[in-house]
């Protein structure tokens, strides 16, 4: 086995938290066909997990993620420094209040990116938004479905933190309203066993028609 294409997949599953095969063969460099060798050999030493996921109309698509076993490959420190942290924040601080400072990571995430969304039509704001995320490590799809625009997240970097600390899922979703200037609504999770998270935004809260990204 190529000790390098098996890093980088591995490397690649960790930034991006869910990857579909040509997803994977892309970031390697080499054919969808070798990336299945190196997954099924991934697979039997319990370093990758996979599931199907819906993506839009078609079959369910595989993606695959690191198994808990495949996260300890990694230093830990700044996971286990994030959960001490995060320990005693919620010790000290009132719930409200802990609900507040996640709501202003994600502010300030999101005014980190405004200037690439100012002035653009909801539209060019959508498939700009879907591009911030994926950068984040949330693998996101933007569509229109009937009277809404429906967000799917099918990876979430904060995935293995949230767990036992579920006030960091509102970044995604506080991040998201602010960028667009719109209220949104949290229907799926992916901590509560969902295949993704999904956001869904009125269209009757849109200042102008919005077609499909």
């Known amino acids: 086995m190529t000790t390098g294409t098996r890093d980088t997949i591995l490397r690649t599953l960790r930034a991006r938290g869910h990857c579909t095969i040509n997803q994977l063969a892309e970031a390697a460099g080499v054919s969808p066909v070798s990336v299945r060798h190196h997954l099924a050999n991934l697979q039997a030493e319990s370093l990758i997990q996979a599931e199907e996921a819906r993506h839009g109309v078609g079959r369910p698509r595989l993606v695959f993620s690191l198994s808990d076993t495949g996260m300890d490959q990694f230093p830990?420190?700044?996971?286990?420094l994030t959960m001490r942290l995060l320990d005693e924040l919620k010790e000290r601080m009132p719930?409200?209040?802990?609900?507040?400072?996640?709501?202003?990571?994600?502010q300030a995430m999101a005014e980190t990116y405004a200037s690439q969304l100012e002035g653009l039509p909801l539209a060019?704001?959508?498939?700009?938004?879907r591009t911030l995320l994926n950068e984040e490590g949330f693998d996101a799809d933007i569509g229109v479905e009937g009277e809404r625009v429906v967000i799917r997240e099918l990876s979430c970097p904060y995935f293995r933190i949230g767990r036992q600390h579920r006030e960091v899922c509102m970044i995604d979703q506080s991040?998201?309203?602010?960028?667009?200037?719109?209220?949104?609504?949290?229907?799926?999770?992916?901590?509560?066993?969902?295949?993704?998270?999904?956001?869904?935004?009125?269209?009757?809260?849109?200042?102008e028609e919005v077609s499909k990204p």
């Open 76 to 80: 830990g420190r700044y996971y286990r």
């Open 124 to 129: 060019l704001r959508l498939e700009r938004l």
């Open 95 to 106: 719930e409200a209040e802990l609900g507040q400072l996640f709501a202003g990571v994600a």
């Open 175 to 207: 991040f998201i309203a602010t960028a667009l200037s719109l209220p949104v609504e949290k229907i799926t999770c992916l901590l509560d066993g969902d295949v993704n998270c999904t956001f869904s935004i009125p269209m009757s809260a849109a200042p």
